[in-house]
C-alpha cells in the first residue's frame, strides 16, 4: 500500500507561486520510478478535475498549461507541482495521486488526502 502526503498549499495573492509537494511512503524507489504520478484538484461545489501528469511524458490540462510545471525525484521519491501566475480560479484542494498504469488522465490506485490552495483576487 502506497501512502501520499501533500504538502506546500496556502493562501496567495493572484500572480504568486506555489510549489507543491507529495511524498510517496511505504514504496520501494524502484517501485515508485514505475508509478505515473498525477495532481488534481477539487474546487468548491465542482468535480475533481484533472492537473497534470507525469511518467515517461508529461500531460497537462489546457487550463494550467504554460503556467504549471510538474516534476519528480525518484529519488526522493516525491512529485511536484510549480504553479506560477495563480489565478483565483485556481482556488482548489489539489490531491496527489499514483497510478501502477501509464494512464493518462485516470484512474488512479492511490490518493493523497489533499492539500488546500486558496488565491485571492
Known amino acids: 500500500q502506497v501512502q501520499l502526503v501533500e504538502s506546500g498549499g496556502g493562501l496567495v495573492p493572484a500572480g504568486d507561486s506555489l510549489r507543491l509537494s507529495c511524498a510517496a511512503s511505504?514504496?520501494?524507489?524502484?517501485?515508485?520510478?514505475?508509478?505515473?504520478m498525477g495532481w488534481l484538484r477539487q474546487a468548491p461545489g465542482k468535480e475533481r478535475e484533472f492537473v497534470a501528469r507525469?511518467?515517461?511524458?508529461?500531460l497537462y490540462a489546457d487550463s494550467v498549461k504554460g503556467r504549471f510545471t510538474i516534476s519528480r525525484d525518484n529519488a526522493k521519491k516525491t512529485v511536484y507541482l510549480e504553479m506560477n501566475s495563480l489565478k483565483p480560479e485556481d482556488t482548489a484542494v489539489y490531491y496527489c495521486?499514483?497510478?501502477?498504469?501509464?494512464?493518462?488522465?485516470?484512474?488512479?490506485?492511490?490518493w493523497g488526502q489533499g492539500t488546500q490552495v486558496t488565491v485571492s483576487s
Open positions: 495521486a499514483a497510478s501502477h498504469d501509464l494512464v493518462t488522465t485516470g484512474p488512479w490506485d492511490y
Open positions: 511505504a514504496a520501494a524507489v524502484s517501485t515508485f520510478s514505475s508509478y505515473t
Open positions: 507525469i511518467r515517461w511524458g508529461i
